[in-house]
């Protein structure tokens, strides 16, 4: 019986009064906390929420402006009917991919719900390709449409598209 007491004895660890013990957590520098936190964003805004909830240190790591530029908020934003997303998606796939129909059709969603840029690619992309009047009609409505809308000028919209356009060339 001497011997058990011996190694609870041992095994024991000494006693830590008013010492709280210390998360592993606590112990990681904060670059790497960052670059973790970001790695969850990039998969998941659900996930990064969570891991917001479940510590102090992983809601501070959050806050940092590296993890948002890797947040994945596309595909929220997509299940939600974001006009922006599926129309810079549309812009993508329309000049800088092989999904030429699937691009027009994104492209077309989005003009018809009335996303302004959108509204001149597709007026533009029907009044110069459509080899039916009826096509090229509603490309010029859509044009004519967007050109008497208030607060928007042809011109704001083509420096917008054309912005968005840059962008879609780093695809490529």
Known sequence: MASLRVKKEINKPKSRKNQKPISL???????????????????SMIDL?????????????????????????DNRCR???NLEIIYREGMVQYFSTLMVDLGLKNLKKTALEGHHEAKYVYSMLLMANCD?????????DLFDELKNSTGIT?????????????ITMLYA
């Open 132 to 140: 039916d009047d009826e096509g090229r009609k509603l490309g010029f």
């Open 79 to 81: 299940e939600s009917g």
């Open 25 to 43: 957590v606590k112990t990681l520098p904060n670059d790497l906390l960052v670059n973790n936190v970001a790695k969850v964003a990039s998969r």
């Open 49 to 73: 929420c969570k891991i917001k909830l479940s510590c102090k240190e992983f809601l501070n790591a959050s806050e940092d402006d590296y993890v948002y530029q890797h947040a994945a908020m």
């Open 154 to 166: 042809i011109v704001g919209c083509r420096k917008r598209v054309k912005s968005v356009r840059t």
